[in-house]
């Protein structure tokens, strides 16, 4: 054989040496990235299932609670623990109690539950044993949620069998109070979960929050907008009291909050992104907004609750303030609800109900054990006097007297009275340090 056949051949076997071992490591690198990708994937599964068995030992955790505080006698009746700050119980329904709400003249809080009807509840004479109200009947169906018109005159209601909203109008106050009159219906709305409704202070729009989104809607129930928000599945979307904004949190750790814009006609513009609320460490389970629409309130799984200022120039990009961070004293299913002029925040856990100082972050009173059930809703009223509890299914609507927003409005007179800058003004304010002194001697000191 030649010199040039042997290098040749030589060659040939050098070179497919090299592609077998090219080969051998290219199968190595292709079997070891499918073993990562599939470890990768039992590995999410596998924390999935853990996640889904953590919720399911907390659920049966929850349930399994002692009731320790209360008892359920004959005939289906709840004794529940009475406590200093408790105005009154309204008592009357016969199923769950799934949801609240006040008008905006605090004359009146309508509830809703699982027996099937709405209720109205006067707030005149709350010392009376038996509380006043008068009810609709919702026929093979119940209202999941439920909210008051802006001009008061009708009670929003969504069907949760039939997937759609009624309106339940109601009488001019007359000499023998309101009545239910006549129901105007909204076409089916989706076949998603509902997990709430809101409507503009303005009268404007309709707000339905769904587990993916939640869409914009006329009074007259027409369809403006479906916006999808990304954080699947969503947990909770509200109205702000000024109408301008939908909040709405879920999966992720970030509340995301869109403008809903009009022209200065009234002709519906648009819903745009507005900001975000960034800083808690797990998925948000409900938020807030005060009435000037200025501070928020969020809970979060992470076991912590947060208090925001949103007075800022979102169009410039100006994010969200974190004002204050608080710790809730146990873990479960919560609601959070900013009172009215944003001086105080409450959180119901589970059963229990923790009052927080929104300027300290402190807890200031709490009230443990003080439903049946897990609590399913909860309203202020309007000039935040009070706020209303629902024990879902011990059927109590109980009514709490805001004790703690007395007591910082008393701190903030103080501060204030010594930096007044006339005589007729202090005098004002002294008035009003009595007056809240006088209101808060008629509790007891707890």
Not at 248 to 270: H, L, Y
Not at 340 to 355: E, F, L, M, Q
């Amino acid at each position: 054989m030649s010199d040039a056949a042997a290098l040749y051949t030589a060659l040939i076997a050098g070179a497919t040496v090299l592609l077998v071992i090219l080969l051998l490591s290219w199968l190595k690198k292709s079997t070891g990235k499918a073993t990562e990708e599939k470890e990768r994937e039992q590995n999410i599964k596998q924390e999935s299932e853990d996640e889904k068995e953590k919720t399911q030992e907390d659920q049966e955790r929850i349930k399994s609670k002692p009731l320790k505080k209360w008892k359920q006698t004959s005939g289906k009746k709840w004794t529940l623990p009475s406590h200093p700050w408790l105005e009154a119980d309204f008592k009357g329904h016969t199923e769950a109690v799934v949801s609240l709400d006040f008008d905006i003249s605090g004359k009146y809080l309508a509830s809703s539950s699982e027996d099937r009807t709405i209720r109205l509840w006067s707030m005149k004479d709350l010392n009376d044993k038996e509380h006043k109200y008068i009810r609709r009947s919702v026929e093979l169906d119940h209202a999941s949620h439920i909210k008051f018109s802006p001009d008061s005159t009708a009670v929003i209601g969504y069907l949760s069998n039939e997937n759609k909203l009624q309106i339940y109008r109601i009488s001019k106050p007359s000499q023998t109070g309101v009545n239910f009159t006549d129901v105007v219906e909204f076409p089916v709305v989706c076949n998603l979960d509902v997990i709430s409704i809101g409507i503009a202070s303005t009268g404007k729009f309709v707000m339905i929050g769904t587990t993916t989104a939640f869409q914009i809607w006329t009074t007259k129930g027409e369809i403006l907008a479906t916006v999808e928000t990304h954080q699947t599945p969503n947990t909770c979307a509200v109205v702000s009291h000024c109408g301008s904004f939908v909040a709405c949190a879920g999966f992720t750790p970030d509340v995301k909050i869109w403008e809903v814009e009009f022209a200065k006609g009234g002709e519906f513009v648009k819903v745009s992104s507005a900001m975000q609320l960034k800083g808690h460490q797990a998925s948000v389970l409900s938020v807030s907004f005060s009435s000037d629409s200025q501070r928020m309130a969020s809970v979060s799984k992470d076991g912590s609750v947060k208090i925001w200022d949103i007075n800022v120039r979102y169009k410039q990009r100006e994010d969200p303030k974190q004002l204050r961070t608080a710790s809730l004293p146990e873990q479960g299913p919560s609601i959070v609800a900013i009172s009215p002029d944003g001086r105080v925040t409450v959180v119901a856990v589970n059963c229990s109900i923790y009052i927080y100082s929104s300027t300290s972050g402190q807890i200031m009173q709490s009230l443990t054990e003080v439903h049946g059930g897990g609590i399913t809703s909860l309203a202020w009223e309007p000039a935040s006097i009070y706020f209303a509890s629902a024990g879902g299914l011990d059927r109590y609507i109980r009514l709490w007297n805001n004790v703690a927003g007395q007591k910082i409005l008393l701190d903030e007179l103080k501060d204030k009275l010594p930096k007044a800058t006339s005589e007729a003004l202090k005098r004002r304010m002294q008035q009003q340090i009595e007056e809240t002194e006088n209101r808060l001697k008629t509790f007891q000191q707890t």
